[in-house]
């Protein structure tokens, strides 16, 4: 992997899902914050969260850490616990399925855009091939980003190319489901 860049002010966080049936999700974000401690990144993007942001992934699945980076060229990760976060959603999984929250910034092109792939998906959430449940998780979303931009946790964009970050000023929960390929590869 190559190394990370070096972003000022910027932290990158990992969500850290449990491993359940031979998966075992992660989903990157970044943030700008001029919080200065790790766990307090954490503690901030923490109380933001809201359960009906995971609501369609299935309930084998829930994460309880986050573990925060800064992008500041020297700091090493720090993996701080939090409460447990993740679904309720009971019945079978789609294995390759995954919902996706797409972020979108004032930035032109590749390095104006981010997603991130929730799932697996449970099966009940999902129907003519469609998820149904995205009004719910849109809105939860778009409160989630207004309200980490008020706990000092601004999230962004983050481009390791450009080594530049800009602030997230729309998301969009897709109705149309995706696959994240590296998640396929751990069920062969």
């Not at 990158?12 to 307090?40: K, L, Q």
């Not at 109380?47 to 980076?69: H, I, N």
């Not at 996706?100 to 004032?106: C, D, H, K, Q």
Request: aromatic share 8%; with cysteine; hydrophobic share 45%.
């Amino acid at each position: 992997m190559a190394p990370l860049p070096v972003i000022a002010g910027v932290a990158r966080v990992s969500f850290n899902w449990n491993s359940a049936h031979g998966i075992a999700p992660v989903n990157v974000m970044h943030f700008d914050t001029v919080i200065g401690t790790e766990t307090g990144i954490a503690a901030a993007i923490e109380s933001c969260f809201d359960d009906a942001m995971w609501s369609y992934v299935q309930q084998d699945w829930s994460f309880t850490s986050m573990t925060v980076t800064k992008l500041d060229g020297s700091s090493a990760g720090v993996t701080v616990p939090c409460a447990a976060q993740g679904s309720l959603t009971a019945g079978d999984w789609i294995p390759g399925g995954a919902g996706v929250i797409s972020f979108y910034t004032t930035q032109r092109g590749s390095r104006g855009r981010g997603r991130i792939y929730l799932g697996p998906l449970a099966e009940t959430e999902t129907g003519v091939g469609l998820i149904q449940t995205t009004v719910a998780v849109q809105a939860a979303w778009d409160t989630f980003v207004t309200d980490a931009r008020a706990a000092g946790v601004a999230p962004v964009v983050a481009s390791y190319v450009h080594a530049d970050a800009h602030d997230i000023i729309a998301v969009q929960a897709r109705s149309v489901m995706g696959q994240q390929r590296r998640r396929n590869d751990q069920l062969r």
